[in-house]
């Protein structure tokens, strides 16, 4: 077993980089550490582990608290979804607001406060994790529009958000009967909407009878349909990206980071093209595929002729290869890219 007193010294002076622990994001994460040679051990059921060529700490951590985190500086860098920060945010957005309602703070010290934000800035996306929140309602019931929520039971692992979407939702509607001046002043108590916090399998809550509605995530839909239920509307779009804490501990380290981590998403995306075309017909080429930034052009050993090496997108490598062909390119190549730095 591992002495916590020992893990606690050894984290002194390294970057910590939280990572999502399980679920959706987990694989994809370890895929892309491994392609920046981040090399770790990781202990069984340990959830801290030391980089070994980099001054760096791993915290395996649920996506859902990875905002929190590196929101409030505890930790450097972290893997999460887009989503999960929106949450974060609206969460710590809610509790000044209810800080303000209570007197606690001024209205000025609130706004001060939401200009800082979840704390949270990112990096890049990371191009995985694609998804989008949605309301959802039982596809033969008798909801059809969001509004046709207000005053229901939702069900949701975001409360959050969706405390703050019915909130706008409501104020919308209410909008139109009365101006309040105080935009969604005091939603966390006055709200309508009922909000039923879940932690998992959300979409069983209609069939249930435990909510009306649900927000939750799609990606491919297969949940929603086998669930007999249908999108409304879309809170938010989420893929995963790579966050920073405000202030991290050694930015130069994270930059280090960063880039590694672009050069492999450029890697998985793209692949390197190579073929033999005649000079004349080059300019024609360089329009189907123009690369990143341009093709890279060497004369060959033959009158008139030249190879041509280019980056293409490989969801649009096929089209590309039938059209260099159809103009007359010869030889083309295709190799994969292991590795790539801007
Ligand atoms: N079906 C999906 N397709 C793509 N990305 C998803 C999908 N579901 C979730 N995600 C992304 O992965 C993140 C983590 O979701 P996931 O359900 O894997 O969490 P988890 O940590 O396993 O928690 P839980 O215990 O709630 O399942 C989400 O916030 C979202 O960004
Ligand atoms: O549109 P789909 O491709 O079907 O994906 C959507 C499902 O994926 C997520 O859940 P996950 O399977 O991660 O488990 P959970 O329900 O326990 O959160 C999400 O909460 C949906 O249930």
Redesign the pocket.
């Known amino acids: 077993m591992a002495d916590f007193d020992s893990i606690d010294s050894s984290l002194e002076g390294r970057l910590l980089f939280a990572v999502p622990k399980k679920?959706?994001l987990n694989q994809a994460a370890l895929n892309l550490l491994e392609g920046a040679d981040i090399q770790f051990r990781r202990e069984n059921r340990l959830d801290i582990a030391l980089v070994k060529n980099l001054p760096i700490a791993l915290i395996f951590l649920p996506a859902a608290d990875i905002p929190t985190f590196v929101g409030e500086g505890q930790v450097d860098l972290g893997i999460t979804g887009w989503d999960q920060v929106q949450e974060h945010d609206a969460g710590v957005r809610a509790l000044y607001r209810a800080r303000r309602v209570s007197g606690e703070i001024t209205p000025e010290e609130e706004v001060v406060q939401n200009g800082r934000g979840s704390g949270c800035e990112t990096v890049l996306d990371l191009g995985f994790g694609g998804?989008k929140l949605q309301v959802q309602v039982p596809q033969n019931g008798v909801y059809n529009s969001p509004k046709d929520l207000i005053g229901k039971n939702i069900g949701t692992?975001f409360v959050h958000l969706a405390r703050k979407y019915f909130a706008s939702l409501e104020l919308e509607v209410d909008a139109a009967k009365t101006q309040t001046g105080d935009q969604l002043a005091g939603f966390t108590s006055k709200l309508r909407t009922k909000i039923i916090e879940l932690s998992?399998?959300?979409?069983a809550a209609c069939a249930l009878g435990v909510a009306d509605g649900i927000v939750?995530?799609?990606?491919?839909?297969?949940?929603?349909k086998?669930a007999g239920l249908k999108p409304i509307d879309t809170v938010v779009e989420s893929s995963a990206i790579l966050i920073k804490s405000r202030k991290p501990s050694n930015p130069e380290l994270v930059e280090l980071i960063a880039q590694r981590i672009r050069g492999v998403i450029t890697a998985q995306k793209y692949v390197l093209c190579q073929y033999n075309i005649r000079r004349t017909t080059l300019a024609d080429a360089s329009k189907i595929a123009p690369g990143k930034r341009a093709p890279t052009v060497t004369t060959l050993d033959e009158e008139g002729w030249v190879a041509v090496s280019v980056m293409v997108e490989k969801k649009k490598l096929a089209p590309i290869m039938d059209e260099l062909s159809k103009i007359g390119a010869h030889d083309i190549l295709v190799l994969d890219i292991k590795n790539s730095r801007d």
């Open positions: 679920g959706r998804c692992s998992g399998s959300v979409e939750d995530l799609v990606e491919s839909g297969e949940t929603m086998a």
